[in-house]
């Protein structure tokens, strides 16, 4: 489905099919994991993430037991993140364009995969140096439901469907906002099978 976009709350947008047909992307997607592999982070509370990560561009963000950050090289093989694909740069800032944040230059794009089960705990996105940019995030793959806490994690969520090829765009005073994806339901999707990805453009430095 195609629409205009619609408001999930003020400043987060969300554009519905914006970035289909995704087969593109989950092809990117698979040449970056064969160099930089998914995998699971360990969380500075001890815990392990549900989703695995994996990262593109000059940037890439980790977690471990010493806490959350940017780092230019993957700590699991030392090499340098896989290079952002043309694909996905000219993605990001299109629609951080159409979302009221022109000039985006995302140097970071987190790369999420869920299977059945995964889920996101409700966190912001903090670990930027310049919160004036804007985040855009693009689901693939099997639906969820994003969760948007606002201002506090205790909040009553909205809760929105996101799927494939959706993307929601947000920043100014909701680059604080706390969110989530709840546990990711059983499926079979034609692009990705029995996964959800999720391709999150930050500006890191
Ligand atoms: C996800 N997304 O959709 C997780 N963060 O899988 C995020 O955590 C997120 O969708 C910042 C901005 C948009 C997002
Ligand atoms: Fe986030």
Redesign the pocket.
């Known amino acids: 489905m195609t629409t205009g976009p619609t408001a999930i709350a003020a400043e987060v947008t969300l554009f519905r099919g914006a970035a289909a047909p995704t087969a593109p992307l989950v092809a990117a997607i698979e040449a970056i994991a064969a160099r930089a592999p998914f995998r699971h982070l360990a969380t500075p509370n001890g815990g392990t993430m549900s989703v695995a990560m994996t990262n593109c561009g000059p940037w890439g963000w980790h977690s471990d037991a010493r806490g959350y950050r940017y780092a230019e090289r993957d700590p699991l093989t030392d090499a340098p993140w896989p290079a952002m694909p043309p694909l996905f740069m000219r993605l990001a800032q299109g629609l951080a364009e159409r979302g009221g944040f022109a000039g985006f230059e995302p140097d970071a794009c987190l790369v999420?995969r869920y299977a059945p089960g995964a889920r996101?705990g409700a966190h912001r996105?903090w670990d930027e140096l310049d919160k004036r940019h804007p985040?855009v995030?693009v689901?693939i793959g099997l639906p969820a439901v994003?969760l948007w806490h606002g201002a506090t994690r205790r909040e009553r969520p909205i809760a929105t469907l996101?799927e494939d090829g959706d993307v929601?765009v947000?920043g100014g005073r909701a680059r604080a906002g706390f969110?989530g994806?709840r546990k990711l339901a059983d499926g079979l999707h034609p692009v990705s099978g029995a996964l959800r990805y999720?391709l999150?453009f930050r500006r890191a430095k």
Do not use: A, E, L, R
């Open positions: 999420n996101m996105d985040i995030s689901s994003f996101v929601i947000w969110h994806v999720n999150t």
